[in-house]
């Protein structure tokens, strides 16, 4: 007796939920790999949907925002779905959280987490720091004091609360620039430990740690019930070590695995741990290959990971 078409239906969408499975489980901790869409920004502005399609033919499942523009018209969920990618997290500035119609349109798009991109110098508090000049803010950034990162953690504590009503988690991305030290304390170290569990979680930027010359396994053992999201970035062997936003990364970046970082053992040390919940992969500065090229190589790298 032949099958029936529904019969055949139900068999073929088995079929592909299992390889769905399948595939999912041969990634680092068993997630789908994501993406952070600045790696892709300029192929953004050529053609949207195009790149989302191509992101998602690679097998990437899941993206990070670099931004969010209010009126939200091009950040629509429809568009993601269509391409089979859901945003997961987005970049803001401290400012950009005073913003209700930001807020609210993070959670149309279906985020889980609004991530602080920089910390914010107490003395710019009452600024639009989002609508500034990256290179104007740069020297402000050389001058940051401890004071200054004990002030954000005030900040991140009373907003991430706030945040959690409208079903949105807070996290702290960090730079090189947070892992200079002041005596015998750490920006980004005192960020965590003054910072409230309930409220703030953290993505650890991995290539942005090992460029301060650190480890990102050692923070990811110390911390680690508070990351909760990794940035996969990896460096060229024989960087120089720097904590300054002005050469951070210039020249530096490769793709995931032809670096300076251990993947394997990292993954290792996440999966002891059992608290990081999403990974991106990120470009920045000057690749040796082309955009696509360049996340096809990270993404078939990790995707392998496990039968390295």
């Not at 959670?107 to 003395?123: A, C, D, H, N």
């Not at 940051?144 to 002030?151: E, H, S, V």
């Not at 942005?208 to 680690?224: N, Q, W």
Request: charged share 25%; net charge neutral.
């Amino acid at each position: 007796m032949l099958p029936s078409r529904r019969q055949l239906i139900h068999a073929a969408a088995a079929s592909t939920a299992w390889l769905s499975t399948k595939r999912l489980r041969a990634n680092p901790l068993g997630l789908p790999i994501g993406l952070q869409l600045w790696t892709v920004r300029e192929e953004l502005q050529k053609d949207f949907d195009a790149t989302l399609r191509k992101i998602s033919d690679i097998g990437y499942r899941e993206v990070e925002l670099f931004e969010l523009p209010v009126p939200n018209r091009q950040y629509r969920k429809k568009r993601f779905s269509d391409a089979g990618l859901t945003p997961v997290s987005g970049h803001f500035y401290l400012d950009e959280f005073k913003n209700q119609a930001t807020i609210d349109a993070a959670s149309e798009l279906g985020l889980k987490y609004m991530i602080v991109v920089f910390p914010t110098l107490r003395s710019l508090s009452g600024r639009e720091v989002s609508k500034m000049k990256f290179e104007d803010l740069v020297p402000l950034y050389e001058r940051i004091t401890l004071d200054d990162y004990k002030w954000n953690a005030e900040q991140f504590n009373r907003l991430g609360q706030t945040l959690q009503k409208s079903g949105l988690q807070l996290g702290y991305h960090n730079h090189a620039v947070d892992l200079k030290r002041f005596g015998n304390a750490i920006g980004l170290d005192t960020l965590i430990e003054s910072t409230d569990p309930r409220y703030v979680t953290f993505e650890m930027d991995c290539g942005h740690v090992i460029h301060a010359g650190r480890d990102p396994i050692t923070y990811l053992k110390k911390y680690s019930t508070r990351i909760e999201l990794l940035h996969l970035k990896d460096l060229k062997p024989g960087f120089e070590p720097s904590t300054s936003l002005d050469t951070e990364l210039k020249g530096t970046n490769t793709e995931i695995g032809a670096g300076a970082i251990d993947w394997k053992q990292l993954f290792s040390v996440a999966k002891q741990a059992g608290h990081v919940k999403h990974y991106f992969v990120e470009h920045e500065g000057k690749m040796d290959h082309p955009p696509f090229e360049a996340i096809q190589l990270s993404y078939d790298y990790l995707h392998q990971l496990d039968k390295k």
